[in-house]
């Protein structure tokens, strides 16, 4: 097993140098043959993004109600179906997406690189619900990102995140891994093993930024932020070694949730409790 995982190791960082270097084009038809973010990249799964916050948060939650989606991608499927049952205002936040898909005053569309101050308080204390769907592992300030949150919510606001903190990359060689018979859970989170400093140096950031956070520092910063948080539904755990720069960060408060790599987060202010 320890040969294996050496060897492991090995594609793994060669994999990273690689995507460090490799012109955009050439990266691109890589994704295609890998079938990487295929499945994130169709009008259904965008549907089903939001036919999964109806059923998690209730239909309800969503009538006559002012809601913000953080980190689109270039699409409105997802903020259309809120809107067809029955939210009263979409507002849309990613990097990527195009102004001109607004639509008059109920589907309303900002470029921005992040969710950032500025839009925290063009929307203080007005949204219902907010939502994102595996965004919070690319945040690159959290404690920030918390601290928006609780600006922007009403007071009964809700705020509902769905995270998956394991390596991106690691969903690209999947299928290679499978045609070689590895168990893929060996690398699924290998990423959170080296040094800052060493995965600073492996790391294709402008393919895709992973901020290496794990659920107790996403936790705490909600607490810092003032918002009131539960696991929705169960989580899923990984068996990598997390590499000391990070367990230090992590508060003994909530050190069980340490090896979470797959959550859902419910939040609310303060003075809001969720239900």
């Known amino acids: 097993m320890n040969g294996l995982r050496g060897l492991l190791s090995f594609m793994y960082i060669f994999l990273r140098l690689l995507l460090c270097i490799i012109p955009n084009r050439l990266y691109e038809m890589l994704r295609k043959l890998l079938r990487q973010g295929n499945e994130y990249h169709t009008r259904e799964q965008y549907i089903s993004i939001a036919r999964s916050y109806l059923k998690e948060l209730g239909t309800k939650c969503f009538v006559g109600s002012c809601v913000m989606e953080i980190g689109s991608g270039n699409q409105i499927e997802t903020a259309s179906c809120l809107l067809e049952n029955g939210a009263k205002q979409v507002i849309v936040v990613d990097p990527i997406i195009n102004p001109r898909l607004s639509q008059s005053g109920s589907l309303v569309v900002v470029e921005a690189s992040c969710f950032n101050e500025e839009i925290a308080h063009r929307y203080a204390r007005s949204i219902d619900v907010l939502v994102s769907f595996q965004v919070l592992e690319h945040v690159r300030?959290?404690?920030?990102?918390m601290r928006c949150v609780a600006e922007v919510l009403t007071p009964n606001g809700i705020f509902f995140a769905r995270v998956d903190v394991s390596d991106h990359i690691y969903h690209g060689i999947k299928p290679l891994m499978s045609v070689l018979n590895v168990p893929t859970e060996v690398i699924r989170c290998k990423y959170l093993e080296y040094s800052d400093s060493f995965y600073r140096r492996i790391h294709p950031h402008k393919r895709v930024y992973m901020n290496r956070c794990v659920l107790p520092e996403i936790l705490q910063a909600m607490d810092d932020a003032g918002l009131k948080w539960q696991l929705q539904g169960r989580y899923l755990t990984h068996n990598n070694v997390i590499y000391p720069d990070i367990v230090k960060?992590?508060?003994?408060?909530?050190?069980?949730?340490?090896?979470?790599?797959?959550?859902t987060l419910r939040g609310s202010r303060d003075e809001a409790p969720p239900a």
Request: net charge positive; charged share 15%; aromatic share 30%.
């Open 141 to 145: 300030d959290v404690p920030l990102f």
């Open 249 to 263: 960060r992590v508060s003994a408060k909530y050190s069980q949730y340490t090896q979470a790599y797959w959550f």
